[in-house]
């Protein structure tokens, strides 16, 4: 991936090309938030990194500044404007019903989006750039869907679970933000399923399992996106000037039958065709659980058109089928490994410790490179 | 692509207002950035599978195409060897053969290998069994904007019916009588695509699978798509969908029209349009009657 200057062509909007800086990424918390994090450290450009969550970070970050803060739009606002941050990134949505509980992330993804939103609104704002991750279900799964939705698409119908009604409202707030202030870039990433092997979401949970459950009389067609290839899309959103919309979905669209044989099972056809989401509802007790937005993507599939990402200036490291692949590593991998790596906790004496102390020698690093003599 | 891509939104009677606009590129570069084919899947990304299609065409297809239906091809080098080319057909038939005879003409007789990709209702998406195998051989569901990814993009060869439900339905009595061809949204299709139209006529099929009557009662209770009488169906039950009677097949594909005169940008020239598609439809009717008229038998040819 290349990021040398953000000379994206100008698309005609008011936003002018912008040099991420200071950056607020929000979520910090999050495994998004956590890995962008991680990676904006590695990047000398990037003077400053603010992270703020409800929750404590679940990363071990080097230079990121954690701020304990809910979604207050007046401290997220605070914050912005005293740390001068240029660019923000919202990670925080909740795209996964069984992660969350339904008023929670409610909470999260509608009222959350618009405190932050709020926060960044101020006409003497310092932030040039807002990069948000939305998700596919924004599209939702139908019947009379094409077979890739382009980012132009609007969905055919009104969503019909509550995790898809808060993507499409979140989004909404989003345009809304972009019409009141131009002069910011942003940039929406709609992330397909995602496959990794720190991930833990109804998809892979479904995967994970001996013989992998099927509606009966359906094969529908799945695609995925490896998470080092979200991150890394995130992170060509913050160094490149692309507003708009992007898909971001990997190459390759495969039959669940196909991602059933690549990872070495067997579907079990067992989930009726007709009140599926009625017979889910005990399963899920059972400890089976089936979110109300995977129903139809089990029944109908989805694809995404993810060349507009491509167009600009972005390289996925994985195809569908890979990303598969690997998650089939680390099905096998994971009864050999699990519980041998030290969980990392985050104290916070010890951080501000890390960072802050005058004993603590911050300067070996600047040492390490050449000085400019 | 920007162009393409704000035609193709407006086709699916959306508007592309969304907050950035993709950065203008010419055609190749939608092509360019076209997923790439892995070697290793036999399952293409609209889910056709090499495996289940292949062992279809070896086993059924192939007896009804040589020995149920006997079919004769004429005019198979109407059939451009590249680009998109939209094939345009009647169609008959509760459970239709000419889709899978069209499809393996083109198999046996094109001197080029080129899939077929048939365009077909939403309906079997939802319906079990037929979800899973319906795009396993070739089918893919009829939405404009998939439509114009294969003819444009993926350069393709697609088969559309563009009566659609209206000519599936009719009953043996309207048999060879066209119905209207929808509002002519295939000749947009294949006019922003930039493809050629190759007309399709079939005759069979209609004797292949006679429909008397349709309950439409029936249909409402069953939720089925239609519920046709036909000789087999509903008295050998579901099995009776696939009963063919041996009626004798002639296919013919006339010659090639250009869709290059239309003019697209910035609105469809909707005159032109539907005039492309009453000429489409003209020349498959008269096509059609002349083909009847010169069978003396329904069974033998």
Known sequence: MSVSEATAASTGEGAAAHRAKRVLVTGLSTYWGGRLAEALESRPEIEAIIGVDSSEPTRELERTEFVKVGNQHAVIEKIVRAAELDTVVDTRLVVDSMTTAPRLAHENNVIGTMNILAGCTGADSPVRKLVFKSSAHYYGCEQDDPGFFTEEMRRPHQPRTAIERDVVEAEESMSEFVQRRPDVAVTVLRCTNVLGSDMRTSFTRMLALPLVPMILGFDPRCEFVHDDDVVQALEHAVFKHMPGTYNVAADGVLALSEVIGLLGKRPIPILPPWGTGAFAAPLRRLGFRIPDEMVNQLRFGRGLDNRKLKAAGFRYGYTSREAVLKLGEHLRLDPVIRGHEPAYTYEREVEEFLRWSPHVRRERREMDEPLGL | ?301
């Open chain 2, 1 to 301: 692509m920007a162009a393409e891509r704000t035609s193709l939104a407006g086709t699916s009677g959306t508007e592309p207002t969304e907050g950035g606009r993709s950065p203008a590129a010419p055609a190749e570069r939608t092509r360019e950035l076209l997923p790439a084919i892995e070697p290793e899947r036999t399952i293409t990304d609209w889910g056709r599978s090499e495996r289940i299609e292949g062992l279809l065409d070896r086993t059924l297809v192939d007896f009804l195409f040589r020995y149920w239906f006997r079919c004769e091809v004429e005019g198979i080098e109407n059939v451009p060897a590249e680009g998109g080319v939209l094939l345009v057909s009647n169609h008959s038939g509760a459970l239709p053969p000419d889709a899978a005879v069209i499809a393996k003409a083109i198999r046996e007789e094109h001197s080029g290998t080129r899939p077929l990709h048939i365009t077909v209702e939403h309906f079997f998406k939802g319906y079990p069994g037929f979800s899973a195998l319906i795009p396993k051989i070739g089918c893919v569901p009829a939405h404009p904007a998939n439509v114009h990814r294969l003819l444009h993009d993926e350069r393709q060869l697609v088969l559309v019916f563009p009566e659609g439900r209206k000519g599936t339905e009719k009953t043996y009595n309207h048999r060879y009588q066209l119905r209207r061809f929808g509002r002519g949204g295939f000749v947009e299709a294949a006019a922003r695509a930039e493809a050629k139209i190759v007309p399709v006529c079939v005759v069979g099929a209609e004797e292949a699978m006679p429909v008397f009557a349709q309950l439409n009662f029936v249909k409402r209770l069953t939720g089925l798509l239609y519920f046709p009488i036909t000789p087999t169906f509903p008295w050998l039950g579901p099995l009776g969908m696939f009963t063919y009677l041996p009626a004798k097949f002639r296919i013919r594909f006339l010659e090639p029209i250009d869709t290059a005169s239309l003019t697209m940008e910035p609105a469809p020239d909707t005159a032109m349009v539907q005039t492309v598609a009453q000429e489409v439809r003209a020349r498959i009717q008269e096509n059609l009657d002349e083909m009847v008229a010169s069978r003396e038998s329904v069974w033998f040819g």
